[in-house]
């Protein structure tokens, strides 16, 4: 008995130690001037909640004042009060998105009553302008806007209404007053909790805070916002589109995370709401990262220091890093990090944040060799570590665990690959991975240097080396590419897909090899080439047919990182058709629907065509950030110094 309860009482210690573990996790790197740019971007009026477009909160206090739409209609449900890119119902076309909030247009079709909805910031105050669309369906004389206001996150607080107007009192005595502005009030019913302010939508609605404003002047805050953003996007010349959909995905998808008190930005709102909160994805948002360095330091450096914050227990920055602490403690994903680093670093010259970042990036990419190494090939895997959340999760220590590690949730190349549940990995050599780990050694020892810790970058460039040669040795010479290896049966394995090219990111093939994998595969019109490229699968696969998210589709990301590979080359003339290929296919959706979707159609071009494609997912403007880059409008990376092949040494 005696041995059962010490049982139990070990195991309860061992979950409350995993759920605190979850929550705090390693510690978290919070030094003077990572702490300085959260305080400067959690600050302002801004479209700070995940769960609703049309909802502007105040920080650091957390007032929040949300827009209702209501049709006016007799029987059907016909009051709007929150919505997201996609939801049904309501079609939203996101407009530009200043990163700071400063000055913000979408347009929505609900239902047939068509509304232009923009907000600008003059000082402290806010204004919103609800104007009616010409071409809307439904009469909007019948519609009425709904200002609400309330507090966000249990923030203190009291806000009430008195007459025409409401009334925030805030912490340290701080008041905000809240007006409408329209032709007309009209009374309604109360349509949930909180104060709020009920104008017909007889003509354009606004709202002020901080004094009474009508509607010429709230349209000449707008304009001078709308001004701000113009200025801003046509300082990159030939660049000014794509800069104009990096930084509105940017701006509508960067929220506050309450729970651990920070902006960050999730891969979209819809993702997030799914994991009950905010959700952020490993590569995903390292690139994030990457794009706003474009246009936003700060913004930049949240994203990557909040991914490496991530860092498990066991030394990796995980899958995904979700609300409640729900982390994924089995698996990683593709190690993009110390690339994204270097380029922000490169960009801006920021030392601390190399400084903050290398010791959790050194122990991820330690991780990989000590857990991931088999025959001296990495592997994709996926280690039990008992956390109670995993108990929900049916792929952890299987094949599909792994394949989720790899990023590519259902990629063909997957498909009857072995895996060893006893070390939780699979048994495949991959190229993807070794090519994507040998460029984060490189640019991670090139970190190392710049911080001056000469032991740890020999270390790494040790890593690089042996990893080099094992990856040089996956060339198959007769079909011209670097192939994935069986581990069990020492075979090459004949399917191919964006991955295969990313020995071109690590700089281990030669010329002659780029050159023939280039011209012999990449512009292969019966495998990746074409109208619209590239695909995740060849289009001489049966799964390319498919066209089911990694099983054909085509990834702003596979495109990015083989688009870094091809600068490591004098093959301009393919890089550069990749660029204009890759601009093409998005600007196609951009222009029609304002969507930056998560995956696209390789045969149709587009990625509306499926419920598995995020609208509004921002990796997928790395189809034209690559046009940016192109251009020379940002401070791209140079390309690393390939690393010399040594003789084998000790790898620590």
């Known amino acids: 008995m005696f041995g059962i309860l010490t049982g139990i009482c070990l195991r309860n210690l061992l979950l409350v130690f995993c759920c605190a573990a979850a929550l705090a996790g390693t510690p978290k790197l919070a030094s003077p001037e990572y702490a300085a740019a959260q305080r400067r971007l959690a600050r302002g009026w801004n479209t700070w909640d995940n769960h609703n477009l049309l909802s502007h909160v105040l920080l650091p206090e957390g007032l929040s004042i949300s827009i209702g739409i209501d049709r006016g209609e007799v029987f059907n449900d016909s009051y ?84 025409d107007v409401i009334r925030a009192v805030l912490p340290q005595n701080r008041i905000i007053t809240i007006f409408a502005s329209g032709k007309a009030e009209v009374n309604t019913e109360v349509i949930g909790p909180g104060p709020y302010l009920a104008v017909s939508l007889l003509g354009p609605v606004g709202l002020s805070t901080g004094r009474v404003r009508t509607l010429d002047e709230i349209s000449a805050i707008i304009n001078r916002g709308q001004a701000r953003y113009r200025e801003k996007i046509s300082a990159f010349g030939d660049a000014s589109e794509p800069a104009d959909a990096i930084e509105t995905v940017l701006g509508w998808d960067t929220i506050y995370e309450p729970e651990r008190g920070r902006v960050l930005s999730p891969v979209s709102r819809s993702w997030s709401e799914g994991f009950g909160g905010y959700v952020l994805f490993d590569w995903d948002n390292f690139l994030a990262a990457y794009m706003a360095g474009l246009t936003n330091r700060d913004l930049a450096y949240a994203n990557a220091m909040e991914m490496v914050n991530s860092l498990t227990p066991d030394g990796f920055v995980p899958n995904y890093a979700r609300s409640k602490g729900w982390d994924s403690y089995d698996r990683s994903e593709p190690p993009v990090g110390s690339l994204v680093l270097v380029a922000l670093y490169q960009k801006y010259g920021d030392k601390w944040l190399l400084r903050d970042t290398f010791e959790n990036m050194l122990r991820w990419n330690r991780w990989w060799a000590e857990k991931r190494d088999i025959q001296g090939y990495l592997t994709w895997g996926s280690t039990p570590n008992d956390a109670p959340w995993e108990r929900a999760d049916a792929s952890v220590n299987t094949v599909q665990g792994a394949r989720y590690e790899s990023g590519l949730d259902n990629s063909p190349m997957y498909d009857d690959v072995p895996y060893d549940s006893d070390r939780h990995v699979m048994e495949l050599a991959d190229v993807g991975l070794m090519g994507l780990y040998i460029a984060d ?122 688009y870094l590979g091809l600068r490591n080359y004098d093959l301009p003339i393919v890089r550069s058709q990749l660029v204009e290929k890759s601009r093409a296919l998005f600007l196609k959706e951009w222009q029609e629907n304002r969507h930056v979707h998560e995956n696209y159609n390789a045969i149709l071009g587009v990625g509306d065509d499926t419920t598995s494609s995020d609208r509004f997912y921002h990796w997928g403007a790395l189809l034209v950030f690559m046009d940016v880059i192109e251009r020379n409008k940002y401070a791209a990376p140079e390309p690393v110094k390939r690393v010399a092949i040594r003789p084998s040494p000790a790898v620590r």
């Open 80 to 163: 709007l009060n929150r919505t997201l890119v996609g939801e049904s119902d309501v079609k939203v076309m996101p407009g530009p998105h200043l990163c700071d909030g400063s000055y913000t247009d979408l347009s929505l079709d609900y239902r047939g009553l068509k509304l232009l909805i923009q907000s600008a910031t003059e000082g402290n105050d806010l204004v919103l302008l609800v104007t009616p669309l010409e071409d809307s369906k439904h009469n909007p004389n019948l519609a009425s806007v709904i200002f609400q206001a309330g507090m966000l996150w249990n923030r203190q607080g009291h806000v009430s209404r008195a007459g």
């Open 441 to 562: 050694c490189n640019a991670l020892a090139q970190i190392a240097d710049t911080l001056g810790r000469k032991q740890e970058a020999e270390e790494i460039r040790d890593r690089a080396s042996k990893y080099s040669r094992s990856l040089g040795t996956l060339w198959d010479d007769s079909a011209g590419i670097f192939r994935n290896k069986n581990l069990r049966t020492g075979e090459f394995d004949k399917r191919l897909s964006p991955t295969n090219f990313y020995p071109l990111l690590a700089k281990v093939a030669t010329l002659q090899q780029a050159e023939r994998m280039v011209r012999e595969h990449l512009m292969n019109p019966q495998e990746f080439w074409g109208e619209w490229v590239i695909p995740a699968t060849p289009r001489n696969e049966a799964a390319f047919k498919q066209q089911d998210y990694w099983r054909g589709r085509i990834w702003g990301p596979m495109n990015f990182l083989v």
